[in-house]
């Protein structure tokens, strides 16, 4: 259930995330940064604000009003449920028994065996289909713990607000637009997260996934391959 | 399956009468203490309303950094405005001897102000950085005179809840609550770093907001009125950015 209102709060920040970007699809470092500073890097797309030179010889329709409230809003629906999810994580162990790697499966080896198995396309065995390997763990332990509270406190550091009751979480990343290109790179990583993790669960069987995602269980019978 | 839906039934029956009546009562609360924005209805209203009430109850008091004079942007970088009218170019060409700033509604004196007689009183002068909701920034000192110092001047009445002010570019108002209004930090700009406030930044008056995004900080302001209630100004929802689709919190 968490699951799938993450699902739609990530593609609802992802599509405003991308319309507030292109009003100024330039990245700086420190604390202030605009058109007369020379940025970090700046992305070859054009703008929707007329002040960006871009080289575009047209500006894109301007929709950071409604971007920037479904922003926020999805932003504060996924991390409410976010931490539903992390307490009922707690509660369950879902975390301890389904995520942390077992000591042995931390091993090169025990590494390189699931590496092995997923360059020679071997389909999973009854038992991978019900358990996560350490890849998968560690990756979704990444994911929950180290991408997830990072794209939070980016975006709560770019709060002009926040940064005057909580200075010290913006100077810790560098300042404000440090705060933003952080924020734009962590996003990317989620994309690319949400882009294998789709590939993945494609490969792993599509139907009897979705039965597991949404029922909670796969289905008896793993699909012939 | 009787036994078991029955005692469900109850269950969910009491879940949601508590829910609702603690979202009531919560609404209630939260209405009484100032944290729901002008703009909290419509489809982003619960969105915005968390944003509002939990800054309100986390930041009401906290100061906006302040930066160090080598960390000020050279040069500042001066945003588009849209242009600027007739009555504009008359009093620039006076040299802005007869620019006013009118301040009405419930204060128990109203008054005009003449650039002069705001330069002669108390200055302030932080180095503060401020932020376009379009993502670029710059960091500028800013020069000018506290709010809360012309609203304790013009005796600003109890039951006042926001301060309304007007730019001469007569599509451009906004309101902040008296938390930002008499917040040291929100001044009545008459200059910046070190000089006059240039025509290009909001000169000869600008309402410095810096715990709030730019476009909240008016260029040429000409009215502040105070009030207990944004109903009836505009469309009822806080001030021109709702308008046009923007949040009129902006301290995000």
Known sequence: MTHWITTLCFLALLVSGVEILISHPRFYWGEAGN???????????????????????YVLPDQNGW??????????????????????????????????????????????TVVAKHLRFQSASEADARSYNVIQRLTYLFVIFVLFPLVIWTGLAMSPAIASAFPAAVAILGGQQSARTIHFFVSVLLV????????????AG?????????????????EPR | MSKFSRRKMITTGLAVTAGASGLAVAARVAQRYGLIPPDAGGLYGPGETLTYAAQRLLTRHSLAREFAPSQISKPPFANAVDPLGEPFKRLQDGGFTDWRLHVDGMVARPAAFSLAELRSFPVRRQITHLACEEGWSYIAQWIGVPLAHILDLVGTLPQARYVIYRSIQS??????????????????????????????????????????????????????????????????????????????????
């Open chain 1, 67 to 112: 971007s920037r409230y479904l922003h926020f809003q999805a932003a504060w629906l996924a991390v409410l449920t976010g931490l539903l999810y992390f307490a009922f994580g707690l509660f369950t162990g879902h975390f301890r028994q389904n995520l942390l790697p077992a000591r042995a499966d931390l091993s090169w080896q025990a590494f390189w």
């Open chain 2, 171 to 252: 599509d451009w108002w906004e309101s902040i609550d008296m938390a930002d209004a008499l917040h040291p930090q929100t001044l009545v700009a008459h200059g910046m770093n070190g000089g006059e406030l240039p025509v290009g930044f909001g000169g000869p008056l600008r309402l410095r907001v810096p715990r709030q995004l730019g476009y909240k900080s008016v260029k040429f302001i000409t009215r502040l009125t105070v009030t207990d209630s944004l109903k009836p100004f505009g469309k009822g929802l806080g001030s021109a950015s709702p308008e046009a689709g923007y949040a009129w919190y902006a301290g995000i």
């Open chain 1, 192 to 203: 690319v997260f949400l882009l294998v993790h789709i590939v993945m669960v494609g490969l």
């Open chain 1, 206 to 222: 599509f139907r009897s996934r979705m039965r597991a995602m949404i029922i909670g269980r796969p289905a008896t019978n793993l």
């Open chain 1, 35 to 57: 058109i007369l500073t020379p940025p970090l890097f700046k992305l070859p797309i054009p703008a929707s604000r007329a002040t960006v030179p871009t080289g575009y010889g």
